[in-house]
């Protein structure tokens, strides 16, 4: 019996959460600020609450990243950084993270990147940034970023390194479940 109850109140608190995270999604969907940028202040008080995903994602001079796939739950508070553990600076072998937008056109996004990305910070273009849902800036060897977002809706998520002549080396998949 004791264990029934300690079950049912188990359950009671996990569907909480999970309408929790549903609002989020909805409110948080499109943001993108980095970590750097948000105050304590600035963050929805039950953004503190919720459970934070943390990911790692690993990118070097030999323009790869060390994951093709990401999975994460949908809704829920993603801080991801971003390590670039190559020795390369920015001018030459830059490396940022850009999730893309479902619809979104990867080759044509990245052949716009690569016309329209301005040395010497190689950031994402802004007129590209409608097709975003989330990125870091562009970092060089030894650097690290962190950017938070919540993770969206259920389904398959194109993300590369819009840096110059990247992305066709430099993508995979978050995989929201
Ligand atoms: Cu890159």
């Known amino acids: 019996m004791k264990k029934l109850k300690q079950l049912s109140v188990t359950a009671i608190a996990g569907m909480m959460m999970v309408a929790c995270g549903q609002n989020k999604t909805e409110e948080q969907v ?13 963050q929805p008080a039950a953004a503190q609450d919720q459970d934070t995903i943390e990911v790692a994602l690993n990118a070097e001079d030999a323009m ?12 829920k508070l993603i801080r991801l950084t971003l390590h670039h553990v190559g020795k390369l600076p920015k001018s030459s072998m830059g490396h940022n993270f850009v999730l893309l937008k479902q619809g979104t056109d990867v080759t044509a996004f990245a052949t716009k990147a690569v016309q329209e990305g301005k040395a010497p910070d190689f950031e994402v273009p802004e007129s590209l940034l409608p097709e975003v849902i989330a990125h870091t800036k562009t970092i060089g060897g030894g650097e690290s970023v962190t950017i938070e977002f919540t993770a969206p809706e259920v389904g398959s998520y194109d993300f590369i390194c819009s840096f110059p002549g990247h992305a066709a080396m430099m993508n995979g998949k978050l995989i929201v479940e």
């Open 64 to 75: 790869k990243f060390d994951k093709s796939e990401i999975k994460v739950p949908a809704g």
């Open 30 to 42: 499109s943001t993108t600020a980095e970590t750097e940028t948000v105050t304590p202040a600035e």
